[in-house]
């Protein structure tokens, strides 16, 4: 699996452009994911190029929740590339004239080894990876609630890693078996996580690869 940070509230490498929310691209078993799509798509767009993701190779998008801060790039990503799946979540409406969505409301696999963890509290859907150690979990701002997160994806396997927006979750003990820790976006405890879990704790920003 390999996880490559392209929209973020900081910027990981040089030239790229930070901005508020999240996305992110995802490649694992043959498949190639965008997880969001931040708020502003020609930020989007060209910070994909800068790192040489071209969006027509995206053949599914994930939505993880109806926010603004991960949605706003949609319209003009479809622009350029409107021949993909959408995966939203029950609690949000797509725009009109996406070919081919699907509402997930329960847990759902989208390939072998790719699973949602369906719309948790009816507010927010993960993404979550099957790896050899356990899964990776990928949240936009689990507004669900990390232990009910935690609880779904554990469905799927022991959970191994967590990537994303975490926003006020303050239940530290909830993720000291993760062997993974990649705050991002809204986390409101960044530095507390780190001096937490040193060994564990992977700067964000966009521009970052992750490779698990």
């Not at 940070?5 to 043959?30: H, P, Q, S």
């Not at 930020?43 to 603004?68: A, C, Y």
């Not at 993974?180 to 976006?185: D, G, K, R, S, Y």
Request: charge should be negative; aromatic fraction near 8%; proline fraction near 4%.
């Amino acid at each position: 699996m390999k996880l490559t940070i392209v929209y973020d509230n900081e910027a990981y490498k040089a030239g790229l452009k930070a901005d508020w929310g999240f996305a992110c691209v995802i490649e694992a078993y043959g498949k190639r994911i965008l997880f969001d799509t931040g708020a502003n798509g020609m930020i989007l767009l060209d910070n994909m190029q800068q790192l040489g993701i071209d969006p027509k190779t995206i053949r599914e998008v994930f939505i993880s929740h109806g926010h603004w801060d991960h949605t706003g790039g949609l319209a003009e990503f479809l622009k350029v590339n409107d021949e993909v799946k959408l995966y939203v979540p029950t609690s949000w409406t797509p725009p009109i004239g996406v070919k081919d969505v699907i509402k997930v409301d329960k847990p759902l696999q989208l390939h072998e080894n790719i699973f949602s963890t369906g719309t948790v509290k009816g507010v927010e859907q993960s993404l979550v990876i099957k790896l050899d150690k356990g899964v990776a979990i990928v949240v936009g701002c689990s507004h669900s609630g990390v232990n009910n997160i935690l609880g779904v994806a554990s469905e799927f396997g022991k959970p191994s890693a967590i990537i994303g927006g975490l926003h006020g979750f303050n239940e530290f003990e909830l993720i000291k078996e993760l062997e993974l820790i990649c705050p991002t976006h809204c986390t409101q405890f960044k530095s507390r996580i780190k001096s937490l879990y040193p060994d564990k704790y992977v700067e964000g920003g966009v521009g970052k690869i992750i490779e698990l």
